[in-house]
Structure formats: structure tokens, C-alpha cells
């Protein structure tokens, strides 16, 4: 009976539900999984696909950096509500951030560099509350910076850069950036964008 109850369990710890089962499958497909380095087997238990972190029934973690995903992400993926990092560095994945990411309140690492993602970050980035270290650096993102970013209060590493950012950001947020918000220009030449702070006006007058 004992042995029953641990053998149900133990399954019990390894099976997530159909909801996020079923994110992670569409994730597989929308990014070429068949072309994948390693490959998951859609037959098998989700706790034994490459990259996946399960904790207590739920996806805590996605680390498929450097496996050769391609296409785009799926909005199906804000339905990983409970994960903390995602982890797609280094592959050739394309698009728009869909807006479903910006729901998973929970993240804490996001790290989507040298990629080929584009268009603009939405202002719904002040969802990221408790994110931690975000990384976009050598895509194709463009538009301007949200404000919102600085609200991030845990935010403690930070690399937007080799995008096609344009307008300003803040003095806290440039220091931040690994590489002080180098960006590229149209032509591909780098550049620093412009610090918007509030300049101190200093009384140079003297009093004689």
C-alpha cells in the first residue's frame, strides 16, 4: 500500500497539467522542434524533456538556449504562469514578443539574446515585478525603451544592447546596460542613446 501511494506520487510530481503540457508542445512546434539539437519525444514524461524545470507539478524553468530553435514564439506560451526563467539565448528565433509573456508575472530571469527578435517592448514589461536579470542584447528590437523598465526594483543585471532602440533612457537605466546602450543604427553603425535625466542646475553665480 505504502509502496503504492509513493509510486503515485512520485508521478504525481512529474505530470503538470494539460494547460502547460500543451504550451510547451506548441512551443516545441512553432520553433522547429524536429530540427531541434536535442529534440523532445512528445511520447515520453514532460519531466524528461531536455530544458524543462518541473517543481511541484508545475514549469518553474525553460532552458533551450543554443538548441537551434527557428520561427516564432507562440502566444500559448503565457500559459506557463509559474515560470522563473526562460532561457532562449543563442538560437535564431525571430518575431515579436508576444503579449502573453508579459502575464508571467513570476519571472525572474529572461534571457532572449543573439537572437533575431523585433519590432517593440510593450509597456506591460512593468508586469515583470520581481524580474531579476533580463537580457536582449543582438536582436532586432526597436521603437523606444518603456519608462515602465524603471520600475523593475529588482532588476540588477540588464543587456539591451546591439538592438535598434531609439529616443532615450534614463542615466540608472544606461549604467545598468552591460554596454551603456550601445545600439545600431539604420546602417549598422553603433551608438550610444541619449541619457534623459533631469540636469542640475547649478547656481554658478559668485557672490562678491
Not at 52 to 60: L, R, S, T
Not at 107 to 134: A, D, H, P, T, W
Not at 159 to 185: H, I, P, W
Amino acid at each position: 500500500m505504502f509502496l503504492v501511494f509513493a509510486l503515485s506520487n512520485s508521478v504525481f510530481a512529474d505530470t503538470v497539467s494539460d494547460k502547460e503540457k500543451d504550451a510547451l508542445i506548441k512551443i516545441y512546434h512553432a520553433t522547429n522542434g524536429g530540427e531541434w539539437k536535442v529534440k523532445w519525444d512528445l511520447t515520453s514524461s514532460v519531466s524528461a524533456w531536455f530544458g524543462v524545470e518541473i517543481n511541484n507539478g508545475k514549469v518553474v524553468g525553460l532552458n533551450l538556449s543554443n538548441n537551434n530553435l527557428k520561427g516564432e514564439l507562440p502566444s500559448a506560451i503565457g500559459s506557463l504562469q509559474h515560470l522563473q526563467i526562460l532561457a532562449l539565448f543563442d538560437n535564431q528565433i525571430g518575431g515579436g514578443l508576444p503579449d502573453s509573456l508579459y502575464e508571467i508575472s513570476t519571472l525572474k530571469v529572461l534571457l532572449l539574446n543573439n537572437n533575431k527578435f523585433s519590432g517593440s517592448l510593450s509597456y506591460k514589461i512593468r508586469n515583470f515585478n520581481v524580474l531579476e536579470n533580463l537580457s536582449l542584447f543582438d536582436n532586432s528590437f526597436e521603437g523606444e525603451i518603456p519608462k515602465e523598465l524603471e520600475n523593475l526594483n529588482h532588476l540588477s543585471e540588464m543587456n539591451l544592447s546591439y538592438n535598434r532602440f531609439k529616443g532615450s533612457v534614463s542615466k540608472k537605466l544606461t549604467l545598468l546596460d552591460a554596454l551603456n546602450m550601445t545600439m545600431f543604427d539604420e546602417k549598422g553603425n553603433p551608438f550610444l542613446l541619449d541619457v534623459n535625466e533631469e540636469k542640475e542646475i547649478t547656481n554658478s553665480n559668485t557672490v562678491n
